[in-house]
């Protein structure tokens, strides 16, 4: 009887877990696919003289004045080389799709650190965009040559 209710309760126990554990959003699985490769582009690892870099996350507010909006773009950094690497938000830039480049907003606190041999750094770089602006392209220019680039799609507003 006892190995009855022992059996029993492992059962409704791997029952419970089983049912935890699954997903319970059923509109992941219908995720629009155009979506699904805009984060795949955007979360793309670009390696640049040993160093990778990653977009980690974007992230959209409004302007205090209204007229524009505010795009936080947050960077993974892990430096491969064996020596120092000096880097700053001031290394990137944005290309609109009308063709102009929005440096970052040089009033903001961006990110602008060394990273250490075999280490990570995550900083953030902010851009103020024009309303409605739907995608762009995050441009690594350090010098005067375009050196990494990602497609973006604005994410929803904050």
Not at 38 to 54: E, G, H, P
Not at 79 to 86: E, L
């Amino acid at each position: 009887m006892i190995k009855k209710i022992a059996i029993f309760s492992l059962i409704i126990l791997t029952a419970i877990t089983l049912v935890a554990c699954g997903n319970s959003e059923k509109s992941t699985h219908n995720t629009n696919k155009s979506t699904e490769t805009a984060k795949n582009k955007v979360s793309a690892t670009k390696t640049v003289t040993n160093i990778d870099m990653k977009i980690g996350n974007l992230k959209l507010t409004e302007n205090g004045d209204g007229k524009k909006d505010i795009l936080q773009v947050e960077m993974n950094i892990q430096n491969n080389s064996n020596t120092p690497f000096a880097i700053g938000g001031g290394d990137f830039k944005l290309r609109t799709a009308k063709d102009k480049t929005i440096k970052v907003d040089p009033q903001a606190s961006n990110f602008g650190d060394e990273v250490v041999a075999g280490k990570v750094f995550t900083g953030k770089a902010y851009f103020n965009l024009p309303k409605g602006t739907e995608t762009a392209t995050l441009v690594y220019q350090p010098k005067d040559k375009s050196e990494a680039e990602w497609e973006i799609a604005m994410p929803e507003k904050e």
